[in-house]
Each structure stands twice: as structure tokens, then as C-alpha cells.
């Protein structure tokens, strides 16, 4: 490797050498006798030796001396001005006041000790000093609530007062009764273990649930958000507001994200609320291949990332945005700040078949029941009476609740569906001597007993 450095003429190569021999324990005058340097060039060649070394071994900070990101003169002093303008505002505060080319909030931060600007408290400091009990008091306070537990605040109040002549406040009793009780609950119990997970696929696990705070202003209704959040991606699969939520809204919030998205989820998770408990439910999740996990009773957290997503959905595009973009606009810390969109596009359609698609109604219907119709047509149902034709007397219909309603079938064909039956769940009593109109089945075509419709209803 080739030497890039000047070469040294025979004058300094001498100095050189005179200066290694010094440190190598020769005498001065030796030194200077054979190299014929003078005395004093010798011991002023040493110190500059020395000095140089000395510069050389000494600690340096390392990278640029001054850094790249340092903020700009004009931006400082805009910032300093709005600070002592504004001495109660916070850093963040500062950041929206200084436009869009304002720095982050920690950079504020540092401006403001390094040019020795505090923020003051927007509240004024206080007049007096706060009463605090003293000592002596405490004690007595403590020794008359372990003698009399069972008087309330209140009344302690009032008994210290009147027999000790100490002032207290009954919000401060309620505290020193509290820590009594506590110290009285020793070991205290632990801490709960929490256990986060995530699955590893898009449609692996749905989460489900209701927003029940959602008015509509043109309609003056308080709507329900029926979501269905993607566990991986922690994105929307079907997001949808409805008036009268129920079991079968439910089932067709599934059918509609399966067929959108062309897959069948491994699980969904509910909680126990009613539109999330029922046999419709559970009948259309075993024969679609689907598994129902309902949450534990009055634990959230198991659904914890739709009601974390819930609680954005309000703050986040009810109040700011018109149009729905939450799989493409929100950042999830999970995901490293990137939207859900990203994970979904893992997903590969076309795994569920289509035929299983096209008939998932089908999959949710299941069989109540046996019933012959008497000569009147009449049943009595849910404590009131339905209607279903006179034609079909001394006949055995069978009774199958369906996403379309109650179904009346004869000889393995639907022949009546009473819609909306489940609203109908007040039992019947008699008011003021009047009956409740009965209800009636509506006729599906085509009919086995085509005279079922032409009968007259009652």
C-alpha cells in the first residue's frame, strides 16, 4: 500500500529522530551533539513532540460537531416568540400555532430550556395553604373509627366535632375508612395476567359486536353499528347501521362479509348480548363451518380490539370525516402505522366455493316443531293466536324459524312465513274485556294447498 504522506526532507527526518532518541532515555547533550542541534531547539522540539501526542490520545466526540437536523434560525425564533406570547400553552399547543412547517413537540421542548422559557400553569396559584390535619388529630381520628366502624361519615363528623372539637370533612373519613378496609384485605389479590394474541392469517377470526351510539339526526333515532373487525388486519370486514338489531341481522351481516370477501372465517367471536345468542345462530355457524365463541360474561377485553376500535370510530370519523374510509385512512400501532388495507390484501379469494356462497340462506334454518292445524285454521303462538288458513285443517304443518320468519311447511315444501314474529313477544292478557288481534301467516307461492290463500282471514 503506497504512502500518500509528503515525503519528510533530511532536516526534519533529523528533528525526528533527535526527539524518539529523547524519549528513549538519551541525555540532552548527547542528543544535541550528534544530531548538532542546539540545546534549546532540542527541549523546544520535545514540548511541540509532547503537546502533539497529547492532542492526538485525547477524547473526541464523535459524529459532526454540528448535527444535521438542527432546526432552522427563522423557525427558532418563531417559536421562542410564541412562547413568551403565550407562556400557559403546551408544546402541542405551540406546534398547532406554528403552522404546517412548525416543528414536532419534543423540538419545542428543547427550544424552551435551551433559551430558559418555562410554560406557566393556567391556573392561579393558591391564596392559602391547604388545612391538613395534624398528627394528634390523625390518630384520634384513626382510634374512633376502629372503635365505631359502623357509624357513616356523617356522623363521625359530627361526633368529632362535638366531643373532640376537631374539624374534618366527611369526604376525608370516607378515605381513612377506605384504607382501613384495604389493610384489612391483605395478601390483596394479584394482578390479572393478561393474554394478548393474534392470529396469523386474514379471515382466521372475526370479532363482532354493536356501537350503540350513533344518532341519526334526520330520522331523531339512535342507530346500532353492527361491525365485523378482521382480528389479523384489524380491519372492517362489514360495517353496516341498523335500526332493529337482532339474531338475524347478524346472520346476514356474516352472509353479506363472507360473499363480499368470497371466504368463510375459521371463528367469530360475540358477546352475550341477545343478537348474538340463539339457535339460528348457532345451527348457521355448525353447517357453514364457522366456530361461535361467545366472550365470558362481563369481561370485554376478550373483543377488545373492536371496542378499542369502537371508541376510535366516534372521535376519529364520526366527527371529522363524511365518507367511511376506515380501512385505508387509520394507522394501527400493531401494524406499524400502516392501514388495514395492507394485511387484507393478503388474503387470496375465491377459497370458499361459490355454491356454498350462493345458498348460505339455506344454512341458517332449523326445524321448531309439529303442529295439525285445527278446523278454525287458528294456532295458538308466542301467547296469541295466528292465523294460517281453513284449508290446512287436520293437517300436520311443521314449523321452521328462518332468516325470512316463522315458516309453515307441508310435505316438505313452504307453504306460509309469519314475518317479524319474534316483535310479537308479549304474552296476550285481556284489557278491559278485548282480545289482541291475532296475526296471520302470508302465503308463499307456489302453494301445495293452493286454497290455503283464497280462504278468508278472520
Given amino acids: 500500500m503506497a504512502d ?98 412548525a416543528p414536532s413537540p419534543r423540538t419545542i421542548q428543547r427550544i424552551r430550556a435551551r433559551q430558559g422559557l418555562g410554560r406557566f400553569s393556567k391556573r392561579e396559584p393558591p391564596i392559602r395553604q391547604r388545612r391538613q390535619l395534624t398528627p394528634e388529630a390523625r390518630e384520634r381520628v384513626a382510634i374512633i373509627l376502629a372503635e365505631k366502624p359502623y357509624l357513616g361519615p356523617e356522623r363521625t363528623v359530627w361526633d368529632l366535632q362535638n366531643s373532640e372539637q376537631i374539624t374534618v370533612s366527611a369526604s376525608t373519613i370516607k378515605r381513612m375508612k377506605r384504607k382501613q378496609r384495604e389493610a384489612l384485605l391483605l395478601p390483596r389479590p394479584p394482578q390479572p395476567n393478561w393474554r394478548f394474541y393474534e392470529r396469523h392469517h386474514p379471515h382466521s377470526l372475526w370479532h363482532g359486536d354493536f356501537l350503540e351510539k ?40 356474516l352472509i353479506a362479509a363472507m360473499r363480499a370477501w368470497r371466504t368463510i372465517p375459521k371463528a367469530v367471536v360475540f358477546d352475550n348480548g341477545s343478537p348474538f345468542k340463539g339457535r339460528l345462530l348457532s345451527i348457521f355457524c355448525e353447517r357453514v363451518g364457522v366456530r361461535l365463541i361467545h366472550a365470558a360474561v362481563n369481561h370485554p377485553q376478550t373483543n377488545g380490539k373492536l371496542e378499542r376500535a369502537f371508541r376510535d370510530d366516534m372521535r376519529d370519523f364520526y366527527e371529522q370525516y363524511d365518507s367511511w374510509l376506515y380501512d385505508y385512512v387509520r394507522g394501527h400501532h400493531a401494524l406499524l402505522g400502516k392501514p388495514a388495507i395492507t394485511r387484507l390484501n393478503e388474503h387470496t379469494p375465491d377459497v370458499a366455493p361459490p355454491a356454498v356462497l350462493a345458498r348460505l340462506e339455506n344454512y341458517a334454518r332449523y326445524e321448531i316443531g309439529h303442529k295439525i292445524i285445527p278446523a278454525t285454521g287458528r294456532i295458538r303462538l308466542l301467547g296469541r293466536n295466528a292465523y294460517i288458513g281453513k284449508m290446512a285443517a287436520n293437517i300436520e304443518v311443521t314449523f321452521c324459524e328462518s332468516l325470512d320468519g316463522l315458516e309453515a311447511w307441508i310435505n316438505g315444501q313452504c307453504v306460509a312465513v309469519l314475518k317479524d314474529y319474534r316483535t310479537f313477544k308479549q304474552v296476550a292478557t285481556h284489557w278491559r274485556g278485548k282480545l289482541p288481534q291475532a296475526f296471520c301467516f302470508e302465503p308463499c307461492t307456489p302453494l301445495i294447498c293452493p286454497q290455503i290463500a283464497d280462504a278468508p282471514r278472520q
Fill in 4 to 101: 500518500d504522506r509528503p515525503p519528510a526532507n533530511a532536516k526534519h527526518a533529523r528533528r525526528v529522530r533527535a526527539v524518539l532518541d529523547l524519549f528513549h532515555g538519551d541525555a540532552v547533550a548527547a542528543v544535541s551533539m550528534r544530531y548538532g542541534i542546539g540545546r534549546s531547539d532540542v527541549y523546544k522540539f520535545r514540548q511541540r513532540a509532547l503537546a502533539a501526542i497529547n492532542e492526538a490520545l485525547s477524547d473526541r466526540r464523535r459524529g459532526p460537531r454540528k448535527p444535521h437536523n438542527r432546526i432552522a434560525p427563522d423557525s427558532e425564533a418563531q417559536v421562542v416568540t410564541l412562547c413568551q406570547r403565550h407562556p400557559t400553552w403546551s408544546s402541542y399547543a405551540v406546534h398547532r400555532g406554528c403552522g404546517a412547517d
Fill in 214 to 253: 350513533v344518532t341519526l339526526t334526520d330520522l331523531d333515532r339512535t342507530a346500532y353499528q353492527f361491525t365485523l373487525q378482521d382480528d389479523y388486519s384489524r380491519g372492517y370486514v362489514y360495517c353496516d347501521l341498523l335500526l332493529y338489531p337482532d339474531i338475524r341481522t347478524t346472520i346476514r351481516g
